[in-house]
């Protein structure tokens, strides 16, 4: 039997980086995506997506779209990557989120169900946007869930929780309680499809991604990409901007390892009870982030400006021991390295080639 897998937002940034890989493994990859705008500003199939990947132009959320599509592929394997991804833009535009990120995967298991096309496995993309602010601990060891920083907090350059650690995120230990539109709908996302898989035989398979970069990302949303955004001030000689006192953190997780990653849990993994966490396994403060880049470029001094984003965690990473274990994956490229290969592939003018 022919095997055939579905990449929905397979022009995207990940998507286009599974493409090198998935056509290895499957007789057939099609990519649905409707080239969003915000991401694809020439509407254009990328040049990153894999020659070998068929596209087709359509958008999630419309039911005829789907229609269309699965009158004429049976997929066996869905990888849904499809989603709006701006954490702060989801704060003004919550039903366009909504809609796209829940909805948009409601309609496809309505469709897979109307077209009797069943996949065997679908692999979902979440992201570390559900846990929130995650769990702390306090100098005994003590954890505790200290909820969303308030804007008063903030206002007041309050940036962490008094007396408190943040501890990294740990899918089997870290209850999700989301502080953005957004990780509210990626968590909507993860019980959808996990309730759904189980009752239908299907084998969800959930990852929770860091924030993801290198070659191949969008330079022109200014809502995501906090490494290419830094990147191309620097390229400018622009100093930096640092929001908080800098000592934001996150798990820079290099674009090549996240696609190991889902390759590994779309071939060989079973339905994870809980969420592979994707990392890098370090956490980088945003300022060391800013020099690195900084320096690469010999652009001034990054500045620390106090300003603050609601919505945005004070402290991200996780510990990817268990993915690591079940998927035989090991991430590659530490950030060092990756964010030069990143500037690297700015600097050759690639960008204008992958949109
Ligand atoms: N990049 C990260 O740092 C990161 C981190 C955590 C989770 N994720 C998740 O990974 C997935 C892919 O992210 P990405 O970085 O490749 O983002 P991306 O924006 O580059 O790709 C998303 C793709 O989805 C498409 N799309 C958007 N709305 C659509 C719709 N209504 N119908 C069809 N296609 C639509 C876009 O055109 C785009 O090609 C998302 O689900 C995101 O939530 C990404």
């Known amino acids: 039997m022919p095997t055939t897998c579905l990449v929905t937002g397979g022009a995207g940034f990940i998507g286009c980086a599974l493409s090198k890989h998935l056509p290895e493994h499957f007789d057939r990859v099609i990519a649905i995506d409707n080239l969003h705008p915000q991401i694809h500003p020439t509407a254009q199939r990328p040049a990153d997506l894999d020659s070998r990947v068929e596209f087709f132009l359509g958008d999630v959320t419309v039911a005829e779209d789907w229609d269309r599509l699965l009158a004429e592929v049976k997929p066996d394997t869905v990888i849904h990557l499809a989603a709006e991804t701006g954490t702060g833009q989801s704060l003004t535009e919550a039903t366009r989120h909504a809609k796209v990120n829940v909805v948009g995967t409601t309609e496809m298991l309505d469709a897979l169900v109307r077209h009797d096309a069943i996949p065997k496995k679908i692999v979902l993309s979440s992201s570390r946007a559900v846990y929130g602010e995650g769990a702390w601990s306090d100098e005994d060891g003590t954890v505790t869930y200290p909820g969303?920083?308030?804007?008063?907090?903030?206002?007041?350059?309050q940036w962490d929780f008094e007396g408190l650690s943040a501890t990294p995120f740990e899918s089997s230990k870290v209850v999700p309680n989301p502080t953005s539109v957004y990780g509210s709908t990626k968590l909507a996302q993860e019980n959808i499809l996990r309730s759904w898989?189980?009752?239908m035989n299907v084998t969800p398979v959930l990852f929770r991604l860091q924030?993801?970069?290198?070659?191949?990302?969008s330079l022109s949303n200014p809502y995501t990409g906090i490494v290419s955004f830094f990147a191309q001030k620097a390229k400018a000689l622009d100093v930096i901007p640092?929001?908080?006192d800098g000592e934001i953190i996150r798990d820079f997780v290099f674009i090549d390892d996240v696609a190991r990653a889902l390759v590994q849990g779309t071939l060989h993994s079973g339905a994870n009870e809980h969420a592979y966490d994707i990392g890098s396994g370090e956490g980088t403060s945003i300022l060391s982030l800013a020099n690195l880049i900084a320096a690469h470029y010999g652009a001034p001094a990054p500045q620390i400006n106090g300003k603050f984003r609601n919505g945005d965690v004070r402290s991200a990473s996780c510990?990817?021991?268990?993915?690591?274990?079940?998927?035989d994956w090991h991430p590659q490229v530490m950030v060092s390295e990756g964010v030069i290969r990143l500037c690297e592939w700015i600097d050759s003018g690639a960008p204008a080639l992958a949109n």
């Open 319 to 327: 510990e990817i021991d268990a993915a690591e274990a079940a998927l």
């Open 148 to 157: 969303q920083r308030s804007d008063a907090m903030l206002e007041a350059g």
């Open 242 to 244: 640092v929001y908080e």
């Open 197 to 199: 898989c189980l009752a």
């Open 211 to 217: 924030n993801v970069y290198g070659p191949g990302q």
